[in-house]
């Protein structure tokens, strides 16, 4: 198990390594990038610092190493635009809302799509089912920029519920967290459903059956446990789908989070925050499906043994 | 399908009993079965007739899309303005189909390029297998997982200018992961066949192989995921107009229409219900057109 | 009065295509401490009546339409689901073809015995974790004790029927129903399970009900046997009786077609093999089922207008046929 473990984490490093590098190769073909000497109007100051910061002089592989030790040192180098300020800074500053709007999304999207899932699956074909499975059919569909539209439209100005837009008390948390987490909660309700049918139909069901258990346990410990084992492998693609939608829930909400962040900064042409954030961004996702790889090892035993 | 017991008695026929066999090739057989599902027809109808409003409604509409007229901006819904006007005076039913013309365009334009990318990465690496499989996937894998919102932005802006095809450009290389590996799948899976063996054994080269025995064995799995791939691409397209990094005005696309919207719509929300509606209908239909043709082709993977 | 019977059970599937009959008029019956063997090929409807008298088939296409199920007296198809939690694993029990796919593989071994030690009969962990050792010794899992907490795919497919047998036998059942216990074995692995299960059966006074496609494990082992054809018995006596002197036609095509290695010549002879298919259960016909592939079925026959009853032919040994063996023989038919 142990051995398992730490071959995973170990083979994060190369990962990690290439994706640097290939951001890093993608941003020096911008028009503007820090990476080389352009006639950018920059102040001297920034100049100075800037070529201090990034090597221009130095070739490529040399910038690369160098930037890939800032990035494992937590040394993103200065925005390009705002003069005092560091990528660090606007990270330090901005992440957390969004990590907070990404865990409430999830949250929304356990509490109200997988019961839904299991519920639909217990009553197959029912009106329930029906329902659940329209409500999850369309709220793929939606585009999430309509339905926040409307969820301002109706909760935060006729009806005054909540606020339209902000971040700062916990009403300011509802709304944006429940968009985002409308389309993971649709693909959670349909997966579970999915997964306990078909849990439903494996043989060690009947048997569980034929042993005259208590229909509670054999849903609980025999089907559940064994449906819900996708779902927790269904986390990562999700991850992707909530960093992506957050760039335009926050846009919406005008949460000051980072996916707000990185439109502006790409608009404003602050490349090396848009690098530094694009690093970040990645290093998430290998770090989320690193997690969820553990995580399966440890519910499926049968994974555990087929890696050894 | 009764089984009646043959009427000459005196020696049973080996086919007396039973239901009849009948012959037919897989695609009819996909055929007949797409047909029964009810669920697919109707979004195929809705697929095809919104097409059709696409190419059409520009062609035969009286008015210029483009013809700024504050006279009679933001109106509702009426029967010269069936689906109304925007903050412009321009006639929203003739835009909705210009945008649609440029978003379907963009969406099936980018999944044929992700079709292309995918294939080949796929093909090759299935087919040749091995360590440059491996490394292939080492590589696909590092990617996989990755965002397509921020690549597809890095990419328009390493390109320079935002136009139909950068689009295009720029969505199908954030997404051609998951149809490169599943192309990877079936060709792995189809290698280990029978009949390729034969082919094999019977000298064959490996394009020919690839070409006559692979590829086709795989279209079926290729037309599923044109229409797995095409919302996310349409989507992906709206959400970088929606951001004002997609495409630009006059152009319109459901997207950028939606972000015209976006301001008025507490007064005049059909700006942005409507090219919504659009994204959604559009996405809907692919959707069951893709389950549909997943049960018609594999039968095997339907839900009871 | 007799442990089980079954009378006029009919089981339906309610499918899109149409109704499959799948069980269309069985009676069985079973004293306490025997065992009944049922046999027939595979469609034939045997494991549906097994899985209809416990309840275990999912209710929506399946139905238990007619017919009356009557365990110790109990009329098990008017019991609610809870009332039959009490019967399933406590009075009769059932292990199932595939020892593959029957056990949970994200539970223990461990685990899925204790489950029913600790409902069943309320023992605590401790206890029901030490019967448990007790069991799987008993059906020979060495190191039991060290094997409790280990998982299924750690068990090859004889041990992990062994431990399906187990637990069936865990809460002391009345009747035991094995569904094709070993039709997934190896051979030699085989032989081991069935006298496992008849040295149990013994042990605990159970009766059983085996059901197989194999004549040979039936005759080790069976006091009675039961012979089905499209969803009906065809054929039923006690064990003996029934191989030397069969009544039904299926039933004498099914021992000739069993390879015979003690006659003068087995080379260069062809097996025998019974032409034609068994009917589609979704419009039956009505008539006798097997009359297509009869040998001595004719136009103006009564079985081809309509289906024979099943009747006593001799004491104990009921056969559904115009055209039994001895009254073949008196007729001076050529078999």
Request: net charge neutral; aromatic share 8%; glycine share 8%.
């Amino acid at each position: 198990m142990a051995a398992y473990i730490i071959r995973r984490i170990v083979w994060t490093v190369p990962v990690v390594l290439l994706v640097i590098l290939m951001t890093f190769l993608l941003m020096r073909e911008i028009q503007g990038n820090p990476f080389r000497k352009t006639e950018r109007a920059v102040p001297a100051a920034v100049q100075a610092n800037l070529e201090r910061k990034f090597n221009l002089d130095e070739p490529w592989y040399v910038q690369y190493a160098l930037y890939t030790k800032g990035v494992f040192t937590f040394d993103l180098g200065p925005s390009l635009v705002l003069r005092d300020r560091t990528v660090n800074d606007i990270v330090k500053e901005q992440f957390p809302r969004s990590i907070e709007l990404g865990l409430l999304a999830f949250a929304w999207a356990l509490v109200l799509g997988v019961p839904a899932g299991v519920l639909a699956a217990l009553r197959p074909n029912s009106r329930f089912d029906y329902g659940a499975m329209f409500f999850s059919n369309v709220g793929f569909a939606l585009p999430n920029f309509l339905v926040a539209t409307f969820l301002i439209y109706f909760v935060a100005l006729r009806w005054g519920l909540l606020p339209t837009s902000g971040w700062t008390s916990w009403e300011h948390r509802i709304l944006p967290s429940f968009t985002l987490g409308l389309v993971p909660m649709a693909y959670f309700a349909r997966l579970v459903r999915g997964t306990m049918l078909e849990t439903l139909q494996q043989d060690y069901v009947r048997t569980a059956r034929s042993k005259g258990l208590p229909h509670r346990r054999i849903v609980l410990v025999h089907v559940l446990r064994n449906s819900l084992i996708p779902v927790v492998t269904a986390a990562a693609p999700l991850l992707g789908y909530i960093i992506t939608g957050s760039f335009i829930v926050e846009n919406i909400y005008a949460v000051p989070g980072i996916g707000r962040y990185y439109v502006t900064a790409v608009s404003a042409r602050d490349y090396s925050v848009v690098m530094g954030l694009t690093v970040l961004l990645a290093i998430i996702v290998i770090v989320a499906n690193l997690v969820v790889d553990i995580l399966y090892g440890i519910l499926d035993p049968r994974t555990r043994e087929a890696h050894a | 399908m009764t089984a009646a017991p043959s009427t000459d008695l005196g020696r049973p026929p080996v086919e007396s009993a039973g239901a009849p066999i009948r012959q037919s090739s897989l695609w009819q057989d996909a055929w007949y079965r797409y047909i029964r599902n009810r669920g697919a027809v109707i979004a195929s109808v809705i697929f095809l007739l919104l097409l059709a409003y696409c190419a059409l409604a520009p062609v035969f509409s009286p008015y210029d899309p483009n013809e700024v007229d504050f006279a009679i901006a933001h109106q509702a819904p009426s029967w010269s303005h069936p689906l109304g006007t925007d903050q412009f005076g321009r006639d929203l039913f003739t835009r909705a189909a210009l945008g649609g013309r440029i978003s379907i365009g963009i969406g099936f334009g980018a999944t044929l390029a992700i079709l292309l990318i995918g294939v080949s990465y796929g093909a090759v690496s299935g087919f040749v297998g091995g360590r440059l499989d491996n490394a292939m996937m080492r590589f696909l894998d590092a990617l996989y997982g990755l965002p397509y919102l921020p690549f597809a932005i890095l990419a328009l802006a390493i390109i320079g200018t935002v136009n139909f095809w950068t689009m295009v450009i720029a969505l199908s290389i954030a997404s051609w992961f998951i149809t490169a590996r599943v192309v990877r799948g079936q060709i792995i899976t189809l290698k280990e066949n029978d009949y390729v063996r034969a082919a094999r054994a019977l000298g064959a080269r490996w394009y020919r192989i690839l070409l006559r025995h692979l590829l086709p064995n795989t279209l079926g799995v290729l037309i599923i995921t044109i229409f797995l791939e095409l919302p996310g691409v349409i989507l992906g397209e709206a959400f970088l107009s929606f951001l004002g990094l997609g495409i630009n005005p006059p152009d319109a696309s459901w997207g950028s229409m939606a972000q015209d919207g976006r301001d008025a719509y507490r007064a005049y929300p059909y700006i942005i219900v409507i090219p919504s509606i659009a994204i959604a209908t559009l996405v809907l239909c692919a959707n069951f057109i893709a389950d549909g043709l997943r049960d018609a082709l594999d039968p095997r993977t339907r839900e009871t | 009065m007799a442990l089980l019977e079954v009378e006029g059970l009919r089981t339906h599937f309610f499918m899109r295509e149409g109704v499959v009959h799948a069980v269309d008029g069985v009676d069985l019956s079973l004293e306490a401490g025997r065992t009944l063997g049922v046999v027939g090929e595979s469609g034939c409807g045997k494991s549906v009546t097994a899985l209809s008298i416990l309840r275990l088939l999912p209710e929506p296409p399946a139905r238990i339409v007619a017919g009356s199920v009557r365990f110790d007296g109990r009329e098990l198809t008017a019991l609610s689901e809870q009332e039959l939690e009490t019967i399933r694993g406590r009075q009769i029990a059932m292990i199932f073809q595939d020892p593959m796919t029957a056990l949970n593989p994200t539970l223990t071994i461990g685990t899925q015995v204790t489950e029913m030690l600790r409902h069943h009969l309320g023992l605590d962990a401790r206890v029901a974790r030490r019967r448990a050792v007790e069991l799987l010794d008993e059906v020979g899992i060495a190191r039991a004790a060290e094997r409790l907490d280990d998982y299924p795919h750690r068990f090859s497919g004889g041990m992990r029927q062994r431990v399906m047998i187990a637990i069936a036998i865990s809460c002391e059942p009345r009747l035991l129903i094995a569904d094709e216990p070993t039709t997934s074995l190896d051979v030699t692995v085989q032989a081991q399970v069935l006298d496992l299960l008849d040295d149990l059966r013994h042990a605990h006074q159970m009766a059983m009900i085996l059901i197989t496609h194999n004549m040979g494990v039936v005759a080790e082992t069976a006091d009675d046997v039961a012979v089905m054809y499209a969803g009906q018995i065809v054929e039923q006596a006690p064990a003996a009786e029934l191989f030397s002197r069969p009544e039904h036609p299926y039933t004498e095509a099914l021992l000739a077609s069993l390879p015979d290695l003690e006659r003068s010549d087995p080379r260069g002879t062809r097996l025998t093999t019974i032409p034609g298919r068994p009917p589609d259960l979704i419009s039956p016909p009505d008539a006798c089922r097997f009359a297509p592939r009869c040998p001595y079925a004719n136009l103006e026959d009564s079985c081809v207008q309509a289906p024979p009853e099943l009747r006593e032919i001799r004491p104990g040994h009921l056969v559904r046929t115009a055209h039994p063996a001895s009254e073949r023989a008196l007729a001076g038919v050529a078999p």
